[in-house]
């Protein structure tokens, strides 16, 4: 179901401003790991929060308040954040891969998990299935994500790369989407909703050979913060 052309102009402010989360992404030049990170201990392993479009990983207060309330420390807690306009494939899934790298380096960790939000899915995707992070990646979960297109994305397609990305048939969402949606042994995730209103059509974000589910009548941003998905991300990675 997309939007007819006449519809695409009418969409493009809307799309550019509503995934902004309140906030304007800042210009990332190098990602760095969380400053208090520590060996991580017991059971856990670090956790990666990828944010979406013109957002940062402040967004991820509030879910990181449940994983503390969960039993983790702040030094297995990570929040990587990116310039959403760049290229999924050419730069930001490279970028991730760093950041993975650092993230386990510091920690002693052997393997991370993922939870992504929006357009946070595609970088972290593209390294699951070019990049050789199956073999790091424990547990890869998408809130929202635009995984096989969203039609609002063409609202700002014809000036930012990564809105150009998400949209439905790009050169990323096709070759993401050709063959296993869920390759190696990592274990995938999805929420969805069927009241979000960015991810257009909703049945974007389910993934072939993933735990796919219906988070009930949220907003796209209120992924972030409902309970419900908060613990449903946690049973998941086995919190």
């Known amino acids: 179901m997309r939007f007819r052309s006449g519809g695409r102009i ?15 992404a800042p210009g990332y030049a190098a990602a760095a790991p969380h400053p208090h990170v520590a060996v991580a201990t017991a ?22 308040t449940a994983f503390r309330s ?20 050419e730069v930001l899934a490279g970028q991730f891969a760093a950041y993975v790298a650092q993230v386990r380096a510091q920690t002693g960790a052997t393997q991370v998990d993922i939870v992504a939000h929006s357009q946070g899915s595609l970088p ?23 995984n096989h297109g969203t039609d609002l994305a063409w609202g700002c397609a014809l000036w930012n790369q990564g809105c150009r990305d998400m949209t439905p048939g790009s050169y990323v969402v096709s070759h993401l989407d050709q063959g296993d949606e869920t390759p190696g042994p990592t274990a995938y995730a999805t929420f969805w909703s069927h009241c979000d209103e960015q991810i257009v059509p909703n049945s974007s974000v389910a993934l ?26 946690l049973s998941f990675l086995g919190g």
């Not at 050979?209 to 009930?216: K, M, Q, R």
Request: glycine share 14%; aromatic share 10%.
């Open 10 to 24: 009418a969409v493009a402010v809307a799309f550019a401003t509503a995934l902004a989360l309140g906030a304007s």
């Open 43 to 64: 059971a856990r392993i670090p956790v990666i929060f990828v944010h979406g479009h013109n957002a940062d990983p402040g967004v991820w207060g509030t879910m990181e």
């Open 70 to 89: 969960a039993g983790y420390a702040d030094s297995q807690l990570f929040a990587w954040g990116y310039d959403t306009s760049q290229s999924t494939n």
């Open 124 to 146: 972290t995707r593209w390294f699951l299935e070019y990049g050789g992070g199956t073999s790091v990646v424990r547990h890869w979960v998408s809130l929202g994500g635009p």
């Open 208 to 233: 072939t050979g993933a735990v796919n589910t219906d988070a009930g009548c949220l907003k796209h941003n209120d992924l972030l913060t409902d309970p419900g998905v908060e613990a449903g991300v």
